[in-house]
């Protein structure tokens, strides 16, 4: 339980801070905030307080860690990419037009259910997160090789020099989080937390729990 409210409350946390940039970015722009600015801010507001709400639960019942560094650090990568999901959605809706319907908004459930997943330490989390970090890993790698040279296009035309190098920048960052974690799943400590393989008897882990 204590690993649900500590993960599950600061993916609540991070899901509402990506909420409300993109209205604070809309604010600084036009000097005001339109009416559905203010609904985001206000569920944002209420996530933040709920997720912070969990923390302080889960600080209060914390003994030590539940699980290996390794998944720590996959449900870490897992929690920003929850964070960037929402702040796209945000994004589209405040500030292109009331656009919604991209690829991290389809994936935000999926991933959600993902770390719910690995939170239980379900097997079915396991080869999911194998799978998705790996192919993650070729997409994202594709991407960046193509980006220099592809025809994009944005609503004001061709993306520019600057727009690009951000693509690559997001790019890059998510194909190291995606790589660092299929790594990750594949250590020792991480399949005994989801029941792929078990310890030998007298050899002791040397990651910290």
């Known amino acids: ?13 991070m899901v ?9 970015v809309e604010w600084l722009e036009q000097g005001t905030i ?9 569920l ?3 996530l933040v307080l709920c997720g912070l709400a969990a923390l302080l639960l889960g600080f209060r019942r914390w003994g030590g860690f539940s699980m290996p ?5 996959v449900v870490a990568g897992n929690i920003l990419f929850l964070a960037f999901c929402a702040l796209e959605t945000s994004d589209g809706l405040l500030r292109q037009e009331g656009r919604i319907f991209y690829w991290t908004s389809v994936l935000f459930l999926p991933a959600l259910l993902l770390h719910c997943g690995v939170l239980l330490a379900r097997r079915w989390a396991w080869w999911t997160a194998r799978g998705v970090t790996a ?16 025809d994009l296009r944005g609503s004001d035309g061709p993306v520019p020099w600057w727009g690009r190098m951000y693509m690559v920048g997001v790019s890059l960052i998510f194909v190291s989080i995606s790589a660092y974690a299929f790594h990750a799943l594949g250590r020792t400590e991480a399949r005994e937390y989801f029941g792929m393989s078990r310890r030998v008897p007298g050899v002791e882990s040397s990651s910290p729990q």
């Not at 339980?1 to 946390?13: E, K, P």
């Not at 509402?16 to 604070?24: D, N, S, T």
């Not at 890993?137 to 193509?146: D, E, K, N, Q, R």
């Open 44 to 46: 944002a507001g209420v």
């Open 16 to 24: 509402g801070v990506g909420l409300i940039f993109p209205a604070v």
């Open 135 to 150: 192919i993650f890993v070729l997409c994202f790698a594709g991407f960046i090789v193509l980006i220099p040279f592809a």
């Open 69 to 73: 560094a390794p998944v720590r650090a």
């Open 1 to 13: 339980m204590t690993r649900l409210l500590l993960a599950g409350g600061s993916a609540t946390v």
């Open 34 to 42: 339109s009416n559905l600015g203010v609904v985001v801010v206000s």
